[in-house]
Structures are given as C-alpha cells and as structure tokens.
C-alpha cells in the first residue's frame, strides 16, 4: 500500500489517516513492479508505504504482520546520492584543431621549429547539464621534461613553441565531477630546427672531490686538477667524483666524457659518459698506477680536461701464501700484516743463557703487535753484552761459540729468499696461535715470544712464552727450551 505524504505529516499518520494512493492486493513474490498503469507519481511529493501480510491457519500466529513503513520523494531530476548534484559520468575528447587542422586523440603531429602551435579541444562529460561541466588540464613535455602546461574547462585554448628537434608528448586530462577520466595524448614531431651551437668556454680548473676506498674505509679528499690522491685505491672498488659544473655557450648544452689510462703503457682501462655530475666509476681491478681524465664536451668538441693521478692496490687475506710464508695478520688498511713460516725452526731451544751473569736489564720488554722486531735487537745487544763479560755458560760450549739463542736463529734465518725474519713479540704470537690451524704445521708445545718478562732479580731472568694447546700464556727462565716459529711483516 502506498500513501501520499501532507505537509508536516508522519509517514505513520499518513498511513493510517489518509486514502491509499496505491494498493494491489495477493502478492506472492518479494518483487514487484509499479505497473504503468496505476496513478503517476508526482514530483516533489513524499509517499509512504508498507506491507501487511494476511497468512491463514495453521499460521494463526503470523496473522495481520505488518512491514516497517518507508518514506521516499520523486525527485525533479536524476540525482547523484552523494552529492544531490546530476549525475556527471566521463565523456570523450573532440578532436584537437591546431594549424587550421583536426587530429583525432592519439595522432602523431608533424611540426615546423618555431612556429606557434596554438590550439583549441574541448571534453563533453556525459550529462550535458551545466552543472556537469569538465575541469581540464593539458601539458606539453620533452623526455620527460616539461615545457608549459595549463588549465581550463570543457573548451580548452592555450599555445606555446617548440624551438628544439625531438619528439614531444602533448597530454590532456579531463575530471568530471570529481571523476578522472582517461586523458588523450597527442606525438608532436619537430625535425626542422638548426642545430644548436655549443662552444667550449674558459679553462675548466675546478675544485675535485674524490671518494674512494683506501684500505677497508672510505676516504675523501679534495684535490686541484692533475694532482695525486693521497692514498691508494682498492682495485675494483667504486669512486665517485664531484666537481663544479663546465658550463658551454650556451648554457645547458654540457655533456662529459671520461676515462681511466693505465701510466705506464697508455692504455685505456675504461671510460664513459656523463650528462651531468658527480659521476660513479669503477677503479681498476689490477694493481697499477693510472690517470684519470674527465672532459667536458660541447657541441661533439672536447674541452680542456681535468682529473687525478692514482694507484691501485689490493687487499691482502689471512691464510695468502706471500712473502715466503702464510699472511696471519692484516690491519686496518689491509695492505700491510705479518707472515709466518709454515714449519718451527726449532724444536726446542733456549731464549738467552744468562747463567750466573750479572747486567742492567733488558730493554726488549714490549710486548704489542709491531714489536717484535724491534725486541729482536734488544735481545741481540743484551746478548752480546752478556757474552763479552765471558760469564757466557762455558760447561756446555767450550771454546765459546757464536751465540746462538732463540732470536738469533729468527735472525739469521734466510727462507724462500727472505732474511728479515724475527721472533714474535708477547701478542704477535698470541694472534698466530689464534690463526694456528691457518698457518699449519703447530704442536701443542710451548713457543717462545721475543718479550721480556719484567723481574726485579737481575739473577733471574724470565721471558713471556704461550701453550700451543689451550693457549695460555706465562713466563719462564731464559735457559729453558721452548719452540720457536718465525715471522716476518709485510
């Protein structure tokens, strides 16, 4: 049943006070259609309606069940539910007219240099009501580039140059109340334009930065043109480069060029191009000393150059057979560590035989990496000093023999053509027994360090020495017998 709606009034008053304006009687589906012969409604009036349901037995309980009662207006016209406005759905473009001529959407256009490309286009959104008008946009671009742009409404006429040979993307762009609608692009050609000139100007002295790794961190310096870098390079490692922009004549018309060129033959190790700086480059992967030269170019002409002189080095490793042993330690710049031999020079000998002697004490006490070799010449002086006061152990060496100890045989050891061999200092050996399954050939003896182990009895003297087992460290008396591994540094 459906009611018509009076001024201020209920839906629930009018259903019950006022005559039906529609009812239909024995509805057995849940859809209905208002037939089109039954009463028109009129616009602007509200109506109420609702549904009895009439069951008979054996649903007594369901007798004279009525639905909720609804409300609903006949508009004057088709409204959006939203926004109450007509509804405004995307339309289409019509053509582009521009030199007297019409191109559909998606034409390729060929254009004169300079000359005015002026056009007019228009977006219908498909209600043609006035509120439903388009809101466009257009814009004109060049390798991503753009060159002018605009807006307007459902009639569009802007204008602009094109004063440079390329391809060119002219796009339009509609919104129909608040919808975008799929936009129309056009290809504009351009061949006809003189070339541009493009002249190198002044010298190019700018001021380089240049980031690179030097050993295992990254360093900057700054530098002038055709100067040294300070530091190394590590082969293969990447260096980017930052200079001041060279600016031709015109400006914007700068491209650059730059290459790596091995000192010695002139060879080309790389090169490449450039629109615009700082640039990124790969150094070479071999160890060697290079140029490199970077160019400005304007109009295909190369320009004065600047640039750098480098050299390349590579990263040594532990466990690298090199310098006639096995690399154990490397440091920090990665260029530089120590080597030990791959087998023991002794099995068992003593530090320095001391027996009896009385003298000031030694200095060979450091004991930090990098001081082994300066505690082998504190041993070898302490040593011949004890031997010239002839209190050198004369029950088991008669006549006096060349002296002969634990330093001294690193000392005068010549191996894989190496003869700057020494006896490892209180921690050098502390990292070789760390790398000793690296290096090889270790017992789970005691080896003796090169560092003094400090003792206010001049009558004792005690030196530090390491358990190759579990790595301990201690001190023991000069005359006793410990193994012996020489090393060397890089």
């Given at each position: 049943?459906?009611?018509?709606?009076?001024?201020?009034?209920?839906?629930?008053?009018?259903?019950?006070?006022?005559?039906?304006?529609?009812?239909?009687?024995?509805?057995?589906?849940?859809?209905?259609?208002?037939?089109?012969?039954?009463?028109?409604?009129?616009?602007?009036?509200?109506?109420?309606?609702?549904?009895?349901?009439?069951?008979?037995?054996?649903?007594?309980?369901?007798?004279?069940?009525?639905?909720?009662?609804?409300?609903?207006?006949?508009?004057?016209?088709?409204?959006?539910?939203?926004?109450?406005?007509?509804?405004?759905?995307?339309?289409?473009?019509?053509?582009?007219?521009?030199?007297?001529?019409?191109?559909?959407?998606?034409?390729?256009?060929?254009?004169?240099?300079?000359?005015?490309?002026?056009?007019?286009?228009?977006?219908?959104?498909?209600?043609?009501?006035?509120?439903?008008?388009?809101?466009?946009?257009?814009?004109?671009?060049?390798?991503?580039?753009?060159?002018?742009?605009?807006?307007?409404?459902?009639?569009?006429?802007?204008?602009?140059?094109?004063?440079?040979?390329g391809t060119y993307t002219l796009t339009f762009?509609?919104?129909?109340?608040?919808?975008?609608?799929?936009?129309?692009?056009?290809?504009?050609?351009?061949?006809?334009?003189?070339?541009?000139?493009?002249?190198?100007?002044?010298?190019?002295?700018?001021?380089?930065?240049?980031?690179?790794?030097?050993?295992?961190?990254?360093?900057?310096?700054?530098?002038?043109?055709?100067?040294?870098?300070?530091?190394?390079?590590?082969?293969?490692?990447?260096?980017?480069?930052?200079?001041?922009?060279?600016?031709?004549?015109?400006?914007?018309?700068?491209?650059?060029?730059?290459?790596?060129?091995?000192?010695?033959?002139?060879?080309?190790?790389?090169?490449?191009?450039?629109?615009?700086?700082?640039?990124?480059?790969?150094?070479?992967?071999?160890?060697?000393?290079?140029?490199?030269?970077?160019?400005?170019?304007?109009?295909?002409?190369?320009?004065?150059?600047?640039?750098?002189?480098?050299?390349?080095?590579?990263?040594?490793?532990i466990g690298e057979h090199y310098g006639g042993?096995?690399?154990?330690?490397?440091?920090?710049?990665?260029?530089?560590?120590?080597?030990?031999?791959?087998?023991?020079?002794?099995?068992?000998?003593?530090?320095?035989?001391?027996?009896?002697?009385?003298?000031?004490?030694?200095?060979?006490?450091?004991?930090?990496?990098?001081?082994?070799?300066?505690?082998?010449?504190?041993?070898?002086?302490?040593?011949?000093?004890?031997?010239?006061?002839?209190?050198?152990?004369?029950?088991?060496?008669?006549?006096?023999?060349?002296?002969?100890?634990?330093?001294?045989?690193?000392?005068?050891?010549?191996?894989?053509?190496?003869?700057?061999?020494?006896?490892?200092?209180?921690?050098?050996?502390?990292?070789?027994?760390?790398?000793?399954?690296?290096?090889?050939?270790?017992?789970?003896?005691?080896?003796?360090?090169?560092?003094?182990?400090?003792?206010?009895?001049?009558?004792?003297?005690?030196?530090?020495?390491?358990?190759?087992?579990?790595?301990?460290?201690?001190?023991?008396?000069?005359?006793?017998?410990?193994?012996?591994?020489?090393?060397?540094?890089?």
């Amino acid at each position: 049943m459906t009611t018509s709606i009076k001024e201020n009034e209920s839906p629930e008053n009018a259903t019950k006070n006022n005559v039906p304006f529609f009812e239909k009687e024995g509805l057995f589906n849940y859809i209905f259609q208002y037939p089109e012969t039954a009463p028109k409604f009129e616009e602007g009036k509200k109506y109420a309606w609702r549904i009895e349901a009439d069951r008979k037995p054996p649903y007594d309980e369901l007798k004279n069940t009525e639905s909720e009662i609804n409300e609903f207006t006949i508009a004057s016209n088709i409204k959006d539910e939203k926004t109450s406005a007509p509804l405004c759905d995307c339309g289409r473009w019509n053509s582009l007219v521009a030199g007297e001529k019409k191109y559909d959407c998606g034409r390729r256009i060929i254009w004169n240099c300079k000359r005015p490309f002026e056009f007019t286009s228009s977006y219908q959104c498909s209600s043609n009501d006035k509120s439903c008008e388009a809101k466009t946009t257009w814009k004109v671009e060049k390798n991503g580039v753009l060159i002018k742009s605009g807006t307007g409404t459902s009639h569009l006429s802007d204008g602009f140059s094109l004063v440079e040979n390329g391809t060119y993307t002219l796009t339009f762009a509609a919104d129909c109340n608040g919808q975008r609608c799929a936009p129309c692009t056009y290809t504009i050609l351009v061949e006809d334009c003189e070339p541009k000139t493009c002249l190198c100007t002044t010298n190019w002295n700018p001021d380089q930065q240049v980031t690179y790794y030097s050993g295992n961190e990254r360093t900057t310096q700054r530098l002038p043109c055709s100067e040294r870098l300070e530091g190394k390079v590590k082969v293969g490692t990447l260096i980017e480069f930052e200079a001041s922009a060279y600016n031709c004549k015109p400006a914007g018309c700068t491209t650059y060029a730059w290459e790596i060129i091995e000192s010695n033959t002139g060879n080309i190790q790389s090169s490449g191009t450039a629109t615009r700086l700082p640039i990124t480059l790969s150094a070479p992967d071999v160890v060697g000393d290079f140029i490199f030269q970077i160019y400005p170019i304007c109009g295909g002409k190369k320009c004065e150059p600047c640039g750098f002189k480098f050299s390349t080095f590579r990263c040594f490793t532990i466990g690298e057979h090199y310098g006639g042993g096995i690399i154990f330690y490397v440091d920090s710049t990665c260029q530089h560590g120590l080597i030990a031999a791959e087998s023991d020079q002794s099995t068992g000998i003593l530090f320095i035989n001391t027996y009896g002697a009385t003298l000031s004490a030694p200095t060979f006490t450091n004991t930090i990496v990098g001081s082994g070799n300066a505690n082998a010449t504190g041993i070898s002086t302490f040593s011949n000093a004890f031997a010239s006061s002839g209190l050198y152990l004369w029950l088991f060496y008669n006549p006096f023999p060349t002296i002969i100890n634990a330093s001294s045989l690193c000392q005068d050891l010549t191996l894989n053509g190496f003869s700057d061999w020494f006896l490892p200092s209180k921690d050098e050996l502390n990292l070789l027994y760390l790398k000793r399954n690296v290096v090889g050939g270790f017992t789970t003896g005691e080896y003796w360090t090169s560092s003094h182990y400090p003792k206010t009895n001049l009558h004792l003297w005690l030196a530090w020495f390491q358990k190759f087992d579990n790595g301990n460290q201690g001190d023991a008396q000069f005359e006793l017998l410990k193994r012996v591994r020489a090393i060397r540094a890089f």
